[in-house]
């Protein structure tokens, strides 16, 4: 992990574990990661779908509390409000030495002019009213830790998806 010890990380193995712990699914069967992964696939309405394409990406570092808020920001504010049964695939990739994580949900999308705003405007913050400031949060902090290339790439449509990637150096 080098210089960025001292930053609280996880392996992307414990936090999908975590995650489908926290989510109230128990592993059922099987060895642990693939009865998560199951459980997790499972859930409510046909989400998250997990893909990892290569096995050691399970050990790769990342920040903690980096995929939840994003899962979290993907039920609430796009699956929830579009009223329909709901669908978020978690994808995790390499590419020349960079970890991909994106995640995609089949919600009400986010308009071009919110896509700008969002990673940026942080006018909606108060002490009372923390909404919104998730996704801010995690690209300001993976910024902050890993350099300005790194972060959250947002893309989305209108009434179809929207498609949130992290972008982090490829750690164990």
């Not at 609280?8 to 060895?31: E, F, M, Q, R, W």
């Not at 394409?53 to 579009?82: C, M, R, W």
């Not at 978690?90 to 700008?116: A, F």
Request: glycine share 8%.
């Amino acid at each position: 992990m080098g210089e960025h010890a001292r930053y609280s990380t996880s392996s992307l193995k414990l936090l999908l574990i975590l995650y489908a712990l926290n989510s109230h699914i128990s592993p059922v069967s099987g060895g642990m990661l693939d009865a998560v992964i199951n459980s997790v696939n499972g859930m409510a309405n046909g989400f998250p779908k997990t893909q990892v394409d290569q096995e050691e990406l399970y050990d790769a570092k990342i920040v903690k509390l980096t995929l939840q808020p994003i899962v979290e920001n993907a039920i609430f504010n796009g699956i929830e409000p579009s009223g329909r049964n709901g669908l978020i695939q978690i994808h995790v990739y390499t590419e020349n030495g960079i970890l991909y994580i994106s995640v995609k949900d089949n919600g009400i999308g986010i308009s071009p002019e919110n896509i700008e705003k969002l990673l940026t405007d942080t006018s909606r913050i108060t002490r009372s009213n923390m909404s919104g400031i998730g996704l801010p949060n995690v690209d300001r902090r993976l910024k902050l830790v890993y350099g300005e290339e790194y972060g959250l790439k947002l893309e989305s449509e209108l009434d179809q998806y929207t498609l949130i990637t992290i972008a982090l150096p490829l750690e164990f």
